[in-house]
């Protein structure tokens, strides 16, 4: 039970992670181009437009398309997966555990027992890094913490074994 993670203190939903099933999460972050390329701004609506009107236009040459079967599904990289390095932003867990009114602040605990502060915002950019060169990070994980716009890249802080909202 050591990629086991739990969210808790000032929460409504204590949540618990598991950094080993995050390799098949569609969140997943590919850590070797994520803070090299520049991410692009994206207008919601233009979005949602481009979206709808690509589902409409299957619809009109294709018609109804059916759930997902196993012949269907996306398929993984199973090369990528098994060689690459990735991470998963900590914003949507935070978001999930929902903090409650009077929380101010978010503590990372490594395995060693340092904690590390951040508030609530700040805490929301940062990436949990779950795999190294297509390994867990099993001597030194379960995941590191790298900052949002990937300062630390070289020197994450590593262990982090659990997280508490306060």
Do not use: C
């Not at 618990?16 to 701004?41: A, G, H, M, N, Q």
């Not at 599904?73 to 929902?98: L, Q, S, W």
């Not at 990070?137 to 913490?145: C, F, Q, R």
């Amino acid at each position: 039970m050591e990629s086991i993670i739990q969210i808790k203190g000032a929460v409504n939903f204590q949540i618990t992670l598991d950094s080993t099933v995050w390799i098949f999460d569609d969140r997943k972050l590919d850590l070797e181009t994520y803070f090299i390329e520049k991410p692009k701004e994206v207008d919601p609506d233009e979005e949602y437009i481009e979206k709808a009107g690509k589902f409409w236009s299957r619809e009109i040459m294709e018609g109804a398309t059916f759930p997902p079967t196993l012949k269907t599904e996306r398929k993984f990289d199973r090369k990528k997966m098994m060689t690459g390095t990735f991470g998963i932003k900590v914003e949507p867990f935070i978001h999930n555990a929902e903090p409650k009114e009077e929380a101010t602040a978010v503590v990372f605990e490594t395995k060693e027992g340092t904690k590390h502060r951040f508030n609530i915002e700040e805490a929301k950019t940062l990436i949990f890094q779950f795999s190294k060169d297509g390994k867990m990070l099993n001597d030194d994980g379960p995941v590191y913490l790298l900052f949002g716009d990937g300062s630390n890249y070289d020197h994450p802080i590593k262990g982090i074994v659990g997280v508490e909202v306060e």
